[in-house]
């Protein structure tokens, strides 16, 4: 097949444009690698200076140049075009810093699944914790090197011109309509209009397609404080890659075979857990084991959750991490519930949140910490007054 391009979004990042452009220069590539800029206006000239002084020696450069302010989400739509034009595209915001082996990676992954619909779409990132709550995110293994999620990725993705010519036609049915009317988290439908990847997260859900996920990172997101995120969010999205990667013995795993499969919420589908454990084998039921999904997310008769159940047909600890392993091996204890969705309370209170975080080993926003602290001297006035 052939060597995807790789496209550059720019804006008002120099610093971080540099670090990226540092790492580029350091992978491996195959002969004749395009590289594309996509400069939009910031009412300076410190990006395009940079991309234009930098040499690139694996192939051409091209530098697109707009003259007014597009926004992020049309600077991503029009990269994603590129796709159409040379086959494929590697998409690289500026805050993002590649392995060594990014690229050796995306070409083998893209030729495993140019001919699989079930994709829309190849991360080069492996999450660590969850965009939605910040929980950690530690996806079952299977034996393969790569698994699948119905969630878009944005901190290093491929996309074949299929992937492209699908999803933005479904972009121009729906762009106009609510994404309430779609099974997605509510704060990814409150995302900013700046956003593409709400619309990409919609059209997965939709359309029943998912994005290839690797275990191992083959790019970091530095977190540097953008236009989402103005004090920067490095905790949760720096994560380690590999100097040295045999990328030639990696073990795709195949998506009609693989039950490895994640939701929008970043949740397992049931079919691996009813495999696993024959007392849930004859249910069908919604997964809810990280606690996040709402009243409106649930679609099933049953449901296992954290959340509080007055007739808990089963009930399972929270001994293992991924806690889906206390399903799968059937540690029983009094964390996670299953039973009918009628009996559980889906209304969270504090006291859950704050025990829910520790279990999730999730990274609380400022409120969150503050909550702790008021539930920490809540349980001290409690054990004073005994």
Request: net charge neutral.
């Amino acid at each position: 097949m052939n060597n995807p391009v790789i496209a550059i979004p720019c804006f008002k990042k120099p610093e971080a444009l540099k670090r990226l452009l540092s790492s580029l220069k350091k992978a491996k590539y195959p002969a004749d690698v395009k590289i594309v800029f996509s400069v939009d206006y910031s009412g300076d000239d410190d990006a395009f200076n940079i991309v234009e002084a930098f040499e690139w020696p694996y192939g051409d450069k091209e530098i697109i140049r707009y003259d007014k302010n597009i926004g992020l989400r049309e600077n991503i739509l029009n990269c994603g075009k590129l796709s159409q034009k040379y086959g494929s595209v590697i998409i690289l915001e500026d805050d993002i810093y590649v392995s060594k082996d990014f690229y050796s990676y995306a070409v083998r992954a893209q030729d495993f699944y140019s001919e699989d619909d079930n994709i829309a779409g190849i991360s080069l990132y492996a999450y660590e914790y969850s965009e939605i709550n910040q929980e950690r995110f530690d996806p079952l293994y299977d034996g393969k090197d790569t698994f699948f999620m119905q969630w878009a990725s944005s901190w290093g993705q491929l996309w074949t011109a299929n992937h492209w010519k699908k999803f933005y036609r479904w972009y121009q049915l729906n762009k106009e309509k609510s994404l309430a009317c779609f099974n997605i988290p509510q704060n990814v439908i409150e995302w900013p209009e700046s956003s593409w990847k709400k619309y990409y997260i919609a059209y997965l859900y939709d359309k029943k397609k998912f994005f290839v996920y690797p275990y191992v990172s083959f790019v970091s997101n530095c977190g540097d404080a953008g236009i989402h995120g103005r004090q920067g969010n490095f905790l949760n999205t720096q994560v380690c890659i590999p100097q040295f990667y045999k990328t030639s013995s990696i073990d795709f795993a195949d998506f009609s075979l693989s039950l490895v499969k994640y939701d929008a919420f970043f949740q397992i589908y049931s079919d691996l857990l009813k495999k696993m454990n024959e007392r849930i084998r004859a249910y069908d039921f919604d997964v809810d084991i990280a606690g996040t999904k709402k009243e409106i997310n649930i679609e099933k008769e049953y449901l296992l959750s954290p959340k509080k159940c007055k007739k808990p047909i089963l009930a399972f600890d929270y001994a293992l991490i991924p806690l889906a392993l206390n399903v799968i091996n059937d540690i029983e204890g009094e964390y996670l519930f299953f039973g009918k969705v009628l009996d559980f309370e889906m209304k969270e209170g504090l006291f859950y949140n704050v025990f829910r975080w520790s279990v999730n080993r999730s990274i609380p926003s400022g409120l969150g910490c503050l909550k702790y602290v008021f539930v920490k001297i809540l349980k001290k006035i409690r054990i004073d007054k005994k």
